[in-house]
């Protein structure tokens, strides 16, 4: 079975500086990942996905994750955050293999002050 | 033109009530699933139907039960309410058969369930 570790519930960041939210995946086969965004009352949106390629995947709002095969990461980073960028983000995997068993991660709360 | 709607938005109701929560979705996706979040934002995904037939069926108490009666639509039918049972539920939507693990999934707003 896969799983996914975000060490961070909570980070605290000030408008304009840049921010990195971590995961790290767990699985005995390949993976697809997902970072998905989710503002306040409201359901998830995908941000960005790796499925293959470039190991560097760039998404909506400005935000990038970089897949680190060797160190079974997929951190999410962006450069200049803004007081919009205030929600609950959340890695998930799946297995290759067509299953559509989505397992996501505890989430990481990011919260923008200006 | 929500593309995954879920109905009631709120729920607020009694231990041992049954209640159902709807789902529609109008972008013409093959698969549809349905989601827990609890009081720590955990998300578990609950069930999952694809044309109509159930493919995943996670460890969640027969009280639980899902009911497709179309492709665009999935509703989560709940007997004998527990306060456990209180938490956010999503719906969500996926296109194209076999092609699985790659795809979007697309939320609901959620359901937020109030067990008293």
């Known amino acids: 079975a896969q799983s996914v570790t975000q060490l961070d519930s909570q980070v605290p960041v000030f408008e304009e500086a840049p921010v990195e939210l971590r995961c790290n995946y767990s699985?005995?086969?390949?993976?697809?990942l997902f970072w998905y965004v989710q503002y306040p009352n409201q359901g998830l949106q995908l941000l960005l996905k790796?499925?293959?390629?470039?190991?560097l995947v760039k998404g909506i709002n400005g935000f990038e994750a970089e897949f680190n095969k060797s160190q079974t990461s997929f951190h999410l980073r962006k450069p200049s955050v803004h007081i919009s960028d205030t929600a609950e983000y959340f890695c998930?995997?799946?297995?290759?293999?067509?299953?559509?068993?989505?397992?996501f991660g505890s989430g990481t709360r990011l919260l923008v002050r200006p | 033109d929500t593309a995954v709607s879920q109905t009631p938005k709120y729920l607020v109701t009694q231990m041992g009530n049954d209640k159902s929560i709807k789902c529609e979705q109008n972008?013409?996706?093959?698969?549809m699933y349905w989601y827990k979040q609890d009081s720590k934002k955990f998300l578990k995904i609950m069930f999952s139907?694809?044309?109509?037939?159930?493919?995943i069926n996670e460890t969640v108490p027969n009280r639980f039960s899902p009911k497709s009666p179309d492709k665009a639509h999935l509703n989560l039918h709940i007997n004998s309410l527990e306060l456990g049972d209180s938490a956010v539920y999503f719906c969500?939507?996926?296109?194209?058969?076999?092609?699985?693990?790659?795809?979007?999934?697309?939320f609901g707003p959620g359901t937020r369930l109030l067990v008293l």
């Open positions: 972008l013409g996706h093959d698969t």
């Open positions: 969500a939507s996926s296109p194209r058969v076999g092609a699985g693990a790659r795809e979007t999934q697309y």
């Open positions: 998930a995997v799946t297995r290759m293999d067509s299953s559509y068993n989505l397992s």
């Open positions: 699985s005995s086969v390949s993976v697809y």
């Open positions: 139907y694809n044309n109509k037939e159930l493919i």
């Open positions: 790796y499925l293959s390629g470039s190991t």
